[in-house]
């Protein structure tokens, strides 16, 4: 079987008046893929966030706030393509480093995660750092292996998977997004990745949203431990951490 490229490849993110940084961050995608990659924005903004997003190519589709799970779910289910990336809008992933989490799809695995938090993010403050620890280290103990990030934003999946787990969660999509497909024995990769100061305010209230990021890594997880009705897939060496 040939290896993906970038024409089998869409980079999908929820936007929320991300005016300021939506720009920048296609004009990336658009230059490391050769303007290969398909984008898909699932956007609920009030600014300018979908006109720039549309008169640069990508597809947006709207949908009223309803918060970042929503908004990513439809994203990532959308996207015909047989490798889906997301990541966030706010120009604070790496976009150099698609070609490096498309390299890990085409070694076999089934997720490719962004780690933020091993190479110690000076950029990202003290309390974000400190609670996005604690999240890793409460599904790690869920799921009997070690993850240094499971609230990273950037990640590339197999389309099949995506299609094959039903996504229950909000606020804390993003760590359900890895935490079942590591449950259930897909092969899962964590790659190392910078994690840049993002552009423009944030919407997420730190104290309300580790709240309910840590309350559904609490119901994933003993969900995917005591639910034995969930489909697993049987495979060996399911983590691998670059």
Not at 84 to 106: A, G, Q
Not at 192 to 209: C, H, N, S, V, W
């Amino acid at each position: 079987m040939s290896d993906f490229t970038f024409d089998d490849v869409a980079v999908v993110m929820g936007t929320y008046n991300e005016e300021e940084a939506i720009g920048g961050v296609l004009a990336d995608i658009d230059r490391v893929t050769d303007g290969r990659a398909e984008v898909v924005c699932v956007d609920g903004s009030d600014d300018r966030t979908p006109d720039i997003a549309r008169g640069m190519g990508a597809t947006v589709i709207e949908q009223e706030p309803q918060g970042y799970g929503v908004a990513v779910r439809e994203a990532v289910l959308t996207p015909d393509r047989p490798i889906v990336v997301t990541t966030d809008c706010d120009d604070t992933y790496p976009m150099e480093r698609l070609p490096d989490f498309l390299d890990r799809i085409n070694q076999g695995y089934d997720v490719v995660s962004g780690d933020r938090i091993s190479p110690g993010p000076e950029t990202m403050p003290l309390l974000n750092r400190l609670g996005n620890r604690a999240f890793a280290a409460l599904a790690s103990l869920f799921l009997g292996q070690r993850f240094h990030d499971v609230t990273t934003g950037m990640r590339a999946y197999r389309r099949e998977l995506l299609h094959r787990i039903e996504w229950t969660e909000n606020t804390g999509l993003s760590a359900e997004l890895l935490m079942r497909p590591a449950a259930r024995n897909y092969r899962v990769a964590e790659l190392q990745i910078e994690y840049d100061e993002r552009a423009g305010e944030t919407k997420l209230d730190p104290f309300r949203g580790g709240a309910a990021i840590a309350k559904s890594i609490c119901r994933i997880g003993i969900e995917e431990r005591f639910d034995t009705s969930l489909d697993a897939v049987t495979t060996t060496d399911t983590v691998e951490r670059t």
